[in-house]
């Protein structure tokens, strides 16, 4: 059975403008550059610079409505908006030829010709002495090469790809042959499958010494022992002293363990991160200044402007006229809620860092991150009157240029704990604690978490040793066992 029924609710949305407003805030320097750019290629009536006359105003806008339309026609040389828009519908880019004579600059940005990881393998397999079928092998066993510079897939696997895809028939014991060749690339241990068939083939490519030759059979014979630095076991099982033991894992710490890496022409993207934010010390007090680029100086057209008076005085309008001063209107809109917008973000970003950066005041002052407060986005909302998640955007993706170097702002946020006189104290600050006590330890005795716990408490920060694990794991520090050295 079919029934109607009325209700009311509330419900509360964001309107188009508060939507980009909020995008334009999350956006770091770099990519709000972008953003200006392009908004000052799509909107004519935006301009950027010093604005030579009175800004902008909204008069006569309001005036522009559908009872303005009438029947009568007016003469050209009365007011024709066609003239004001002509020019300005073009950009000025498209206006611009690229025909520069030969004795001009080069005007062009020379980009690095480089050569891929894969390409400078296959140009290393010329040099050897292949036939048609061991070159197919090979280069199918380079094009399996991953970053890293190994091979990670089962020989029986090639195999049948070889024979699926390339029309190779071939054998296991013939793809291990050219795999030998193959693995002797450069660079050293490239085409491992395996970590200690890497190191291995790193080694053997050395002069031969009672280390290097020590080290070949530890990695031979006692891999597993050795990852797990079960050293008293590996002085008994070669009859060597501590001194050998030592010397022949120096010889192994010097290895490459991915040599795909270090290959210089991968083409790799470099980030360079521009900081927002700079604070610096002036007489014992903190300044905070915003990065120029985030300010442009912009303006309303003022050509745009006085076509929309030159339509306001004049008293007879057509529709065409009409229809054109319509889309004046929306561009001077648009252009001013885009610089007002441009403000509120310039307000809204210093704001918040103004006062993460009180909160944060000793930090900054001494650059020790024992004294980095608890702080949560909440926090800082509250402070400042607005909402968690526009801190949020303010926070995750902006960088401040700090007397000790330059930080992602999100770093400083960190949940609090109590310590044992009950104050509250970041969990920053007993991160950091925990490891200088571990870069402080023996390593012939490292610490094991519950003793790494009791030493905390004996500081005053009395934690559990799941709790500690977790600290250990978030700062990437091994257990006791592996941070062991002889």
């Not at 920060?461 to 520090?477: D, G, M, W």
Request: proline share 3%; charged share 35%; with cysteine.
């Amino acid at each position: 059975m079919l029934k109607q029924q009325l209700q009311f609710k509330l419900s509360q949305k964001l309107s188009p403008q508060q939507i980009q407003l909020m995008k334009l805030i999350q956006l770091p320097t770099q990519a709000f550059e972008h953003r200006l750019k392009q908004e000052l290629e799509e909107n004519p009536a935006l301009e950027s610079g010093k604005e030579e006359s009175s800004e902008y105003e909204n008069e006569g806008l309001d005036d522009v409505s559908h009872d303005d339309y009438d029947n009568e026609t007016i003469n050209a040389e009365d007011i024709n908006v066609d003239e004001y828009l002509s020019d300005d519908e073009i950009p000025e880019y498209r206006l611009q030829a690229n025909n520069y004579s030969s004795d001009d600059d080069e005007k062009t940005v020379p980009y690095a010709a480089g050569t891929s990881f894969h390409q400078y393998l296959l140009n290393q397999l010329n040099t050897f002495r292949l036939n048609d079928e061991e070159r197919e092998i090979a280069e199918f066993l380079v094009g399996s090469v991953d970053e890293s510079g190994y091979i990670r897939r089962e020989i029986s696997d090639i195999v049948d790809d070889l024979a699926f895809t390339q029309n190779v028939f071939t054998s296991e014991e013939e793809v291990e042959k050219v795999l030998l060749r193959v693995q002797q690339l450069d660079p050293a241990g490239v085409c491992a499958r395996n970590l200690q068939e890497c190191l291995l083939i790193q080694l053997e490519r050395k002069t031969p010494t009672p280390s290097v030759d020590l080290a070949i059979d530890i990695l031979e014979k006692s891999f597993e022992q050795f990852t797990k630095k079960h050293y008293t076991r590996l002085i008994q099982k070669f009859d060597i002293t501590e001194d050998e033991l030592r010397n022949a894992i120096h010889e192994i710490e010097r290895l490459n363990p991915k040599p795909g890496g270090s290959y210089s022409g991968n083409n790799r993207i470099i980030e360079h991160v521009v900081p927002d934010f700079t604070i610096r010390i002036v007489d014992g007090e903190l300044e905070l200044s915003l990065n120029g680029r985030n300010a442009p100086e912009l303006h309303v057209s003022r050509e745009y402007n006085n076509m929309l008076k030159g339509y306001k005085d004049t008293k007879k309008k057509s529709k065409s006229q009409k229809d054109a001063v319509q889309f004046i209107k929306q561009k001077l809109d648009a252009a001013k809620w885009f610089i007002e917008a441009i403000k509120q973000r310039q307000e809204t970003l210093y704001v918040t860092m103004n006062c993460i950066m009180h909160h944060q005041e000793e930090y900054f002052l001494t650059g020790d991150e024992r004294k980095l407060r608890p702080m949560i986005l909440k926090d800082i909302a509250d402070t400042i009157g607005m909402d968690v998640s526009t801190v949020s955007r303010v926070a995750n993706s902006k960088y401040v240029d700090t007397p000790y170097g330059t930080k992602l702002i999100k770093e400083f946020f960190s949940e609090s704990m109590k310590n044992e006189e009950g104050e509250d104290v970041s969990t920053r600050e007993i991160k950091k604690i925990l490891e200088t006590v571990i870069n402080e330890e023996d390593k012939r005795k490292p610490l094991t978490d519950d003793k790494l716990a009791a030493i905390l408490k004996e500081k005053g920060y009395p934690i559990a040793r799941r709790t500690v694990a977790k600290y250990r794991e978030q700062l990437n520090i091994s257990v006791a066992r592996l941070r062991k050295e002889i």
